[in-house]
């Protein structure tokens, strides 16, 4: 036996369900990789245990990694050029920008390492940035800062608003 009702009463629909709607995940999974690559040439791989992507007010897909998040960003010799983590992030399919946050660590292939708690990913522009406080440990030195624009390999950055500068002993 199958039962339908229906109601003219609009009471019946809750207000908040847009809100609702809006937090059910479209699709999630566990331990995924996602390859990014443009004209076949790989640029970089994420990897997280665990994502769910959800519609945003406008729509548009948004991917949410709440338990920790690695990309690895590639050079056209298809080379590993440089290391992103964080503790958790979100990729947005249409604006093409991913935000990492919470002990965010990026290091590039001469071991240089950055440290913030907020990076952006700009996937067309081959590009990194953020406004939050930066430390950037070099081999001769240790840097501090409030921002940081940098292309995705970490090998040509630029520190706006620098702090400090700590010269390291050469037996550190």
Not at 52 to 59: A, F, M, P, Q, V
Not at 61 to 89: H, M, P
Not at 144 to 172: E, M
Request: charged share 30%; proline share 2%.
């Amino acid at each position: 036996m199958t039962l339908f009702s229906c109601s003219e009463n609009e009471k019946t629909i809750p207000k908040d369900f847009e809100k609702v709607r809006q937090s059910l995940p479209i699709q999630e999974g566990k331990n995924i990789q996602y390859f990014y690559t443009e004209n076949t040439e790989l640029k970089a791989v994420l990897e997280a245990p665990y994502f769910k992507e959800i519609l945003d007010t406008n729509r548009h897909a948004i991917v949410l990694f709440d338990s920790s998040l690695k990309i690895q960003f590639y050079n056209s010799e298809g080379k590993v050029e440089s290391q992103l983590t964080a503790q958790r992030g979100l990729y947005h399919h249409k604006k093409g920008y991913a935000e990492a946050k919470g002990k965010v660590v990026v290091i590039n292939e001469k071991g240089e390492k950055l440290e913030t708690e907020q990076l952006f990913w700009y996937k067309h522009h081959d590009k990194l940035s953020t406004n939050a406080f930066v430390k950037i440990t070099r081999q001769e030195e240790i840097l501090f800062g409030d921002s940081l624009v940098s292309n995705t390999s970490f090998n040509n950055y630029k520190i706006y608003k620098l702090k400090g500068r700590i010269q390291k002993p050469k037996d550190f």
